[in-house]
């Protein structure tokens, strides 16, 4: 086979000109076992998104990061680092059969709130060595130097609206992390960080925050806040115990 792209990579260069090296001459033939059918290629993605997209051998989630890479129109740059991050399989653990069909054939579609929550969440770019000792506050800061790819590991819709967005319940005052919008879903998504478990406290303060928001910031056409503990340890059974049983808005998710 090496000798036979060798031969084959000669005779189209001196035809035809430069392009045609061996590797080249591997990925197209890839290419067409992948993508036999023209119509299925997409004009609005450029060959060097597909190079990306030929390195993942599973059928499915090659059809994701395509639907992805459309829909979220990601350059090239963080296609890769969707796929390096493993964007796919986190959104499956979370996922029911129908779901991963649906990741397939529609990617990611935002339907619901639990819809907004990926575990763990991965945050690579901020650059924090292991073995770190650092705060919440920390923590905070490096994301907001990290907005842009923060936003984009949240995913489609969000909007930032502030830090610290002051709370007063009569002479007390209360400052959660990070407040997004979400367009998509219309609601608003209040983001706090902890450093270690979740504490049933941790919680409790959440359920204040998005009840503030739902009975005096969103408006009568906007949907229910979602309030996000974004942890480096989830504590499952506190956060079961601690919200009721129908819970919709509220989520622990952990990050990497």
């Given at each position: 086979m090496?000798?036979l792209?060798l031969k084959?990579?000669h005779?189209?260069?001196?035809e035809?000109?430069?392009g045609f ?14 993508f036999?059918?023209a119509?299925?290629?997409s004009?609005?993605?450029?060959w ?15 059809n994701?990061?395509?639907k992805?890479?459309i829909?979220s ?5 963080e296609l890769?680092?969707?796929i390096g991050?493993?964007l ?11 779901k991963?069909?649906?990741?397939a054939?529609?990617?990611?579609e935002?339907k619901?709130?639990?819809d ?5 969440f ?16 920390d923590l ?12 984009l590991?949240l ?10 967005v002051?709370l007063?319940?009569e002479?007390?005052?209360f400052?959660p ?9 219309k ?8 450093i ?7 919680i409790?303060?959440?359920?204040m925050y998005?009840?503030y928001?739902d ?10 806040t979602?309030?996000?503990l974004?942890?480096?340890l989830?504590?499952?059974?506190v ?10 808005n509220?989520f622990?998710?952990?990050?990497k």
């Amino acid at each position: 086979m090496v000798k036979l792209y060798l031969k084959l990579s000669h005779k189209l260069t001196a035809e035809f000109g430069k392009g045609f090296s061996k590797r080249n001459l591997e990925r197209m033939r890839k290419f067409y076992i992948y993508f036999p059918i023209a119509t299925t290629v997409s004009s609005q993605l450029s060959w060097s998104h597909y190079l990306e997209i030929l390195k993942v051998d599973e059928e499915s989630k090659r059809n994701f990061y395509i639907k992805e890479a459309i829909n979220s129109r990601w350059s090239v740059r963080e296609l890769q680092r969707q796929i390096g991050s493993l964007l796919y399989e986190r959104l499956l653990l979370s996922a029911n059969k129908e779901k991963v069909l649906e990741l397939a054939e529609k990617g990611h579609e935002l339907k619901e709130s639990k819809d907004l929550v990926k575990d763990p969440f991965v945050l690579e770019f901020l650059d924090i060595k292991e073995n770190t000792n650092y705060l919440e506050s920390d923590l905070e800061k490096n994301i907001l130097e990290h907005l842009k790819e923060f936003l984009l590991e949240l995913g489609k819709g969000f909007m930032f609206v502030g830090s610290q967005v002051r709370l007063t319940l009569e002479e007390d005052h209360f400052y959660p992390d990070l407040v997004f919008y979400n367009r998509l879903l219309k609601c608003f998504v209040i983001i706090d960080l902890k450093i270690g478990k979740v504490t049933h406290q941790d919680i409790g303060q959440m359920q204040m925050y998005v009840n503030y928001y739902d009975r005096e910031i969103k408006s009568d056409d906007e949907n229910p806040t979602v309030g996000i503990l974004l942890s480096t340890l989830k504590n499952k059974t506190v956060v079961k115990y601690t919200l009721p049983e129908d819970n919709k808005n509220i989520f622990s998710s952990s990050y990497k």
